[in-house]
């Protein structure tokens, strides 16, 4: 029988990788299956065609795969046969053993015996997870999400290129569906950005949560600190005064919004807590009735002109919430600079300086009816047809809001999913893609395989091979590829300080974008996460590397998932003293939003924010 396999193999062309082991399985889903050696070879040509697999070698690693391809060819016959016949599922095993004691009689028997007779003996926990394994993702499987039919339609465009850039630069989504072979045989290859990781705190396998009351006031301290160093560097405003003391000309102070009170934040309960430097960390309350514009939340920082001539209130004429860029920036430490093969680069593969293309992506990379990664699957293929030099891959990966990870109905552990679904996939692409690409992994506090804290460790990918392609970063972190540089942070921030603010607009004055003051609160607070005290949800560690949440220069992107709708939008800071900067923030969206596609964002930047190509792109 196993000469037949091998001859019928040699016939169609294909090699065995692992012969030994691949025959045994071969010979094993022969009898199982009641198969010939022809039926056999016939139904892997199939499997081969469908997982659009690149060489003609039978692996070893497509075996789970394929013996899932048998096990559904064979049911769909079943069912053909028998109209009648009940095909159980995951949800049906669980409904009768959660109620075992309404279904089972009062004769003795062991569990394994009653849970033995409802799926088939052969390759039981395969059959009970099928659904589960993607590596070899049925041909004829049919999800919500397969069933899409807007399928990579752009969303939001935005574009500032020169009009004789635009014809090489805009992107051509039609040919999305075409072969994915052909495609890739089409387009040009980029060249390798180079890379530079900023910071490297906090380590992995660092011990977290061990954070105290003094560790919290003292990361306050250092804020405000640091904001009137950097208000009265800029020579505009005055040395900073006690705000509590009662006065009758009018001060300057610098300190932070919070309430007085556990409820939401009102202009009634705005209060200004100063430093201890100038009022031994005493608050006051804040009155704002007189400023024609404001927009405030619990723990931003800022500089208030005004008078207290009770003691009690102090009365705001002048509110400055950002820093003036007239201040030189403070440069990172070099020893904290992890440059990624940068210099082991020959000069001529490296694409030219200050021009980058990106494609972003946040999860969820699965919906929430299996843990088949779809939507990663379909972004890696679009991502092999357009080439890009960055892949920037943010998390949730294995999210563990996911029903079936939060009900624990998985037959494997979350760093095995890890590794197969994630890893193993952007293997393949990087493999697929050559030299030139690269991948960037930010984890996810909702990550169930990872550490549950913020600010949040790398990840601990041990790719030897592909160290230099594959690269992880701390959350939040900051990078530079092709001297752009680029923060992120996963912690939906803009979320929680939408739900944190309070505003006033102007009546005069131009209207003002939502999303664009939200995203510019993270810059004028030079801070991933300005809001205090943090979100219920926010294992936020005062005491693991505080200075990793300080964003220590302005990126040239900012890119900030959420829950809140998609943009992309260009930031320009224009308070007093200071320069006009800006700042591409990007909010690609989600992935996968519930049993559907999500969307992401696909980014050319040349040069600067006055030339860019954006497109938000629904998956």
Not at 176 to 192: I, L, T, W
Not at 400 to 417: L, Q, Y
Not at 427 to 453: K, Q, T, W
Not at 505 to 534: C, E, V
Request: aromatic content about 6%.
């Amino acid at each position: 029988m196993e000469e037949e396999i091998k001859s019928e193999f040699k016939k169609s062309g294909f090699d065995l990788e692992e012969e030994e082991e691949i025959m045994n399985k071969c010979l094993t889903f022969c009898i199982n299956y009641s198969l010939s050696a022809s039926d056999l070879v016939s139904s892997w040509e199939v499997y081969y065609l469908n997982r659009q697999l690149n060489e003609p070698t039978v692996q070893n690693a497509e075996m789970d795969g394929f013996l899932l391809h048998l096990q559904n060819k064979k049911k769909e016959d079943v069912v053909k046969e028998e109209v009648g016949l009940h095909t159980y599922s995951i949800r049906d095993v669980e409904m009768i053993l959660n109620n075992d004691d309404d279904t089972k009689d009062n004769t003795p028997g062991t569990p394994s015996d009653h849970h033995q007779d409802l799926y088939s003996p052969v390759h039981d926990t395969s059959l009970m997870y099928g659904n589960n394994l993607s590596s070899g993702k049925p041909s004829k499987l049919e999800t919500p999400f397969s069933k899409r039919t807007d399928r990579f339609a752009v969303k939001f465009s935005i574009n500032t290129m020169p009009d004789v850039e635009n014809g090489e630069q805009e992107p051509n989504h039609e040919n999305a569906e075409n072969d994915e072979d052909d495609v890739v045989r089409k387009v040009v290859p980029r060249k390798r950005c180079s890379l530079v990781v900023h910071g490297s705190e906090p380590k992995p396998d660092c011990r977290f949560m061990y954070d105290r009351t003094e560790d919290r006031v003292k990361a306050v301290e250092n804020r405000i600190r640091k904001h009137t160093r950097a208000l009265v560097a800029s020579g505009l405003y005055e040395e900073p005064t006690d705000p509590t003391i009662a006065s009758q000309r009018g001060i300057f102070a610098v300190g932070m919004i919070c309430c007085d009170g556990e409820g939401r934040l009102n202009e009634k309960s705005v209060m200004l807590q100063s430093s201890f430097e100038h009022s031994g960390g005493e608050c006051v309350r804040l009155d704002l009735q007189r400023l024609s514009h404001f927009s405030v939340f619990p723990g931003q920082v800022v500089g208030i002109g005004g008078h207290n001539p009770s003691g009690h209130c102090l009365v705001a004429s002048k509110l400055v919430d950002s820093i003036p860029t007239s201040v030189a920036e403070e440069d990172l430490n070099p020893a904290k600079k992890q440059a990624i093969d940068r210099e082991n680069q020959p000069t001529d593969l490296l694409s030219k300086q200050r021009d980058l293309s990106m494609i972003i992506a946040a999860g969820p990379f699965t919906t929430t009816d299996n843990l088949l990664f779809e939507p990663l699957i379909e972004l890696l293929a679009y991502a092999k047809r357009r080439p890009t030099q960055l892949l920037v891959l943010l998390g949730p990966f294995i999210d563990s809001e996911h029903p079936d990870i939060k009900k624990g109905t998985v037959d494997r552990s979350f760093d095995e999913i890890f590794q197969f679904e994630i890893l193993r996939k952007l293997e393949e692409y990087v493999e697929c893609m050559g030299s030139a690409a690269r991948v960037l992994l930010v984890p996810s506090i909702r990550d169930a395989n990872h550490d549950f804290v913020f600010p949040q460790p790398a990840f601990d990918i041990n790719l030897p091979d592909l160290k230099s392609q594959i690269v992880s970063l701390p959350n939040p972190g900051i990078f530079e590829a092709n001297e752009v540089k680029v923060g992120c942070c996963t912690v939906d921030i803009l979320k929680q300080v939408s739900g944190e603010e309070i505003s006033r607009t102007a009546k005069d004055g131009k209207p003002i974008d939502r999303m664009s003051r939200l995203a510019n609160h993270i810059l004028n607070q030079r801070s991933f996460y300005p809001l205090y005290p943090p979100a219920e949800s926010v294992p936020l560690d005062f005491s693991l590397a505080p200075e990793a949440l300080q964003l220590s220069l302005v990126p040239d992107v900012l890119i900030l998932p959420s829950d809140i709708k998609y943009f992309v939008k260009v930031l320009n800071s224009e308070s007093e003293g200071m320069n006009h900067i800006k700042c591409i923030a990007v909010n690609p969206g989600r992935l996968a939003k519930g049993e559907g596609g999500g969307t992401f964002v696909e980014l050319d930047y040349c040069g600067g924010p006055d030339k860019i190509n954006a497109s938000i792109v629904g998956i």
